[in-house]
Each structure stands twice: as structure tokens, then as C-alpha cells.
């Protein structure tokens, strides 16, 4: 259903955009520094425990902004991003393990050009999950698909510069609102995960 509307409202600004002839393209390519935010529920007694650490993975793909006025715009993006980082393995042996979530992943953010160069760009992201895998250190792979939920609704704000041949940078910060563990919520002691990424990117805009 968040696919569907999301396509929907980005054929609707396209068309507009094309119509008022104030839309760019661009690529997008850059890191990403990922973890994993874990909580106990309400009901459970139990602390909160270490939540394990990052990983670094990646992430690119293409960019639309639809600008409104000199000050004012809308970028849409679709991004292929890795996700995930070290957790707990509760299920088994308690040691850290490494999740590795991949999502192809929709921000629409609001920009807001404090001057010609520099942006401020805030808005939500909707995330849908692609493949999901743990690692544990002697680097045996299992497929924990299942057991996260398919996607994951966030926000994202940043810092965004560019220069006048079109390359620019950002920096941005994203926290997933969602838990995405696929558990029994009505177990009495369980946890949960939201997704947490900061990123840097380069790019070009045409």
C-alpha cells in the first residue's frame, strides 16, 4: 500500500514538474554507518542490554527534485541502502551478531535553500526490506528474512551543498520509527529494533 501511494504521488509531481518545467535529475552514490536501536517492551522487566555496534555499508541511486521557487523544493529519491549492525543474538548463544538488512528505500524530503548552495532537507522515508541476513563471528550466513518485518516507515533530516557544476555532498541522518522484528508481541519478554543510519553522499544534479 506505501509503494502504491508513493508511485502514485511521484507520477503526480512528475507530470507537474514536467508540465512547469522546474524538475532535475540526478545520481547519488555514498556510505552508510548503520546500527540497530534496541529496546525492552513495556512488558517485559528485563534492562536494556548493550545494543552490539555498526556496520558500514553503502548506498545509491537516483534522485528527483521539483523546485517550487528559488528558496523552495521537494527531492524525491530512490536509493538502494544496507542497512542493519551488531545485536545481540538472545535467540541462541547471547553473542553479537551481525544483521545485514537491505532496502530499496523512498525518501520525500522538503528542502529549504538557506542559501543558493546550502540546503536543509527534512521529510519521511518509506523503506521496503529486499533481503535480510545475521552473521555471527566465525562468519556463518542465515537467512532471518522471516523473522523482520517487509518494510519501514522513518524520518530523515541533513545538510545538502552544491557546487555550481551541478556535483554536490550531503549528510544525512535517518531513525526508523518502526520495529522491525517479525516476533510474538504478546511474548512476555521481547525487544525492540528500529533502524538507525547516518550517510554521506556525493552526486551529481543535471
Known amino acids: 500500500m506505501m509503494k502504491k501511494i508513493f508511485l502514485l504521488v511521484a507520477l503526480v509531481a512528475i507530470q507537474f514538474s514536467y508540465s512547469q518545467g522546474n524538475m532535475r535529475f540526478g545520481v547519488k552514490l555514498g556510505g552508510n554507518l548503520s546500527s540497530i536501536i534496541e529496546t525492552a517492551s513495556s512488558k517485559s522487566s528485563l534492562n536494556k542490554r ?61 528542502k529549504y535553500y538557506a542559501t543558493p548552495n546550502l540546503s536543509i532537507e527534512l521529510g519521511p522515508e518509506i523503506s521496503l526490506l529486499s533481503s535480510a541476513t545475521s552473521e555471527d563471528d566465525k562468519g556463518i550466513e542465515v537467512n532471518i528474512l522471516k523473522e523482520r518485518v517487509k518494510h519501514d516507515f522513518g524520518l530523515v533530516g541533513g545538510l545538502a551543498y552544491e557546487f555550481y557544476n551541478g556535483v554536490f555532498v550531503q549528510g544525512r541522518y535517518s531513525l526508523g520509527l518502526l520495529d522491525i522484528t517479525n516476533t510474538n508481541k504478546n511474548s512476555i519478554a521481547w525487544y525492540r529494533h528500529k533502524n538507525s543510519v547516518v550517510q554521506v553522499s556525493v552526486g551529481f544534479i543535471f
Open 50 to 110: 548493550d545494543n552490539g555496534g555498526s556496520k558500514v555499508g553503502f548506498h545509491g541511486g537516483i534522485t528527483f527534485e521539483f523546485l517550487f521557487s528559488e528558496r523552495i523544493s521537494v527531492q524525491v529519491e530512490a536509493l538502494y541502502s544496507t542497512k542493519g549492525g551488531k545485536v545481540i543474538d538472545s535467540k541462541y548463544t547471547k553473542s553479537k551478531v551481525v544483521e545485514n538488512l537491505n532496502y530499496m528505500s523512498f525518501p520525500i524530503l522538503g
